[in-house]
């Protein structure tokens, strides 16, 4: 998703072949590893469930009865976990023809209200889902194919929502440290990066 800076006349003049970074240091977090590498988990579980399967069902005309179950469960978590990715690199949707017309002052703080509006949604839905897993562990509701309990699924549901409330939190603090200058200047460089 997010691509290198092209080097600078200031890379080539870093000693001893270092290179030196021309992006802003507040453009993204570091610690986007945590999504990337779940991501990365959660597609070859997915791709290993699906391809054993397909050759259980080609071999014995039966499916294994869990493997539904066990892909809608991960590709939830999938979706969770790119939302949170896709908030903290600021690629969430937004409309276009309000987002990118106006001043630098009125673009960034549209900006700023459209984290404000994420972290809020995923704030309330952790707290609400907080009662659903409770629910699911009181009253020992089974999963319907495997029969595993139920809050071993819904359990991630407040947990994923309280990451992207993080990372929208994260955007938040940013896009206001951030002058008007420099937002800017990284949607000037975002839609380069867009552009073939």
């Known amino acids: 998703m997010s691509s290198l800076p092209t080097p600078g006349p200031a890379d080539d003049a870093a000693p001893d072949g270092a290179r030196v970074s021309s992006a802003p240091a507040s453009s993204e977090p570091r610690s986007l590893r945590i999504e990337d590498w779940l991501t990365v988990i959660v597609m070859a579980l997915l791709a290993l469930i699906t391809f054993a399967n397909v050759l259980v069902r080609y071999f014995t005309n039966s499916s294994f009865a869990w493997t539904e179950e066990l892909s809608v469960f991960l590709m939830i978590v999938l979706a969770l976990v790119a939302g949170s990715a896709a908030v903290a690199r600021d690629r969430h949707i937004r409309i276009e023809f309000f987002c990118d017309s106006g001043s630098a002052a009125r673009r960034r703080r549209l900006a700023q209200l459209g984290a404000l509006l994420v972290a809020v949604l995923f704030a309330v839905i952790a707290v609400l ?11 020992e509701e089974t999963s319907p194919g495997i029969g595993v309990p139920q809050w071993w699924y819904s359990v991630w549901l407040p947990i994923l929502s309280l990451l992207i409330t993080w990372r929208a939190i994260g955007l938040l603090i940013r896009r206001t440290r951030q002058p008007d200058v420099e ?11 867009r552009q073939p």
């Open 129 to 139: 889902s907080v009662r659903v897993v409770w629910d699911d562990y009181r009253f």
């Open 183 to 193: 937002f800017l200047g990284n949607d000037a460089d975002d839609d380069g990066e």
